[in-house]
């Protein structure tokens, strides 16, 4: 048996353990790195289906009312405090979000401000997103029609940086 | 025999056992780490999975809403048979669409020929089963009733006198993972997924 021969040190067998737990840690970190992809991405799903659904909302309130008619409940003009002029909407600029009311079965225009009725109705929508802000603009006139930009925003867990789903339709006199 | 010199020297009997414990130690930890790692990699493979599903099938269902005649549900009677039926009628063929368990299920069925607008997915006058495509959904747990697949249809804006226009609120609420069996997930329970989809569709419109 030759003099050279000897066995591991316990220092050599530490450094091969720290080796392997780098590399299991790198891994278990890659692992984690997929779990929060999937998350993103069933955020991103959840926030789609929220502008799709005010967005369709928008389209059945529109349907429900004349465009432009003075003699009648008027998606532009109103007709009653309850249906708002959305004219007031446009000029100057405000956001809303659409709301179900669950005792008449219709749908209402809700204001974001002051209150914070989109932002529970968000959470409601999408529960998963946490504290989301929900935001319907309107650009345009009554000749051209009038283009509705909804808007989805949310802040991921453990990040600083707000994440946001815009969802722009034309809404005009003849669909 | 040789003699044993110092200049050959083997592990003492302490530095063995030290060594053997620390491996023990660190192959426990390696193992739970990895144990944990395959749990979370299906875990997340299947909430990806769950997640295309719910899509598809929402996506599905509007689409052929969107081309076709909605046949139920009429005032919210969806919950009672957890079902839907779209009828096309250039190709008289009705959809069906079911949820049972974690499955669902699209039936396919053609009137030949269609003599009254059928007015629900029992109504079984002069059609014939075309086909059924089974979509599993894995590892999804659907609860029953209105927090699992729900629809609703709504009116406008002033019910009393704009009822044409309608539009469907569906949504699908489901889980993914353990610990399901109670219809929601335990709190902190990082194997264990919920997703909520709400969509609504103007029919009116389109």
Redo the contacts between chains.
Sequence with gaps: MSTTRRGDTLIEVLFAFAILGAIVGVTFSGALSGYKSVLAAQNHTQATFVAQYQADALKTYRDSLEWNDPTAYSFLTGNSPSLPAMSSYITPPKAFCMEHQISTNSWKVIPTAPTDTCIILAQTLAPQLGPATLAITLTGAATTGVYASIKVTWRPRNSNIDQTVTNTILLTKDR | M?PR?H?????TFV?LL??IV??GT?LSL?MV??V??IR??VF?NQ??QN?EN??NV?DSITRDIRFGTLITPVVNDFSANDSICVLNPPTNKLTKYSLASNQMYKTIYTYNPLTSMPTSCNDSDGRVKDSTKIITLDRMYIPAGINGFSV?L??????A??T????V?IKFRFLTGNHYATGSCVANNIYC?????????????K
Excluded: C, S
Aim: aromatic share 10%; charged share 15%.
């Design positions: 040789k010199t200049h050959q020297p083997g592990f530095e030290f060594a620390i491996m660190m390696t780490v990895v944990g790692m979370f990699y997340t909430q990806r997640q719910g899509r929402l609703t709504t009116k406008g804006a002033h019910p006198n704009f044409d226009a309608k539009a609120i997924g919920e997703l909520v989809l709400n969509t609504a569709l103007n029919i009116r419109g």
